[in-house]
């Protein structure tokens, strides 16, 4: 990045900073809020689209529907226990 593409970056974090402080804590949580909101709905678009590209992959690969479900439940049951392991790790 070139100097004065560094400058306009800082320049416009620096904006930010600024408004960010002026926000009363009730305006701030709001936005903490709809921030997690907007990044959880991501989250579940981005694993929708992996799971149905998984399951199309293996029905691809003649496994049957009823085993690729199977595989499917356990890999979300894998999933929950690695976040709940990251729960009790503080993560």
Do not use: W
């Not at 593409?5 to 930010?16: A, L, N």
Request: glycine share 2%.
């Amino acid at each position: 990045m070139n100097r004065n593409k560094r400058r306009e970056t800082q320049r416009v974090q620096d904006k930010y900073k600024k408004a960010a402080d002026k926000l009363t804590p009730v305006q701030l949580e709001l936005i903490d809020r709809l921030a997690e909101s907007k990044a959880n709905d991501l989250v579940n678009n981005i694993a929708n689209t992996i799971t149905d590209c998984f399951f199309s992959a293996m029905r691809e690969n003649r496994i049957s529907e009823e085993r690729a479900n199977h595989i499917l439940d356990r890999c979300k049951e894998l999933i929950k226990e690695e976040e709940l392991k990251g729960d009790k790790n503080g993560i």
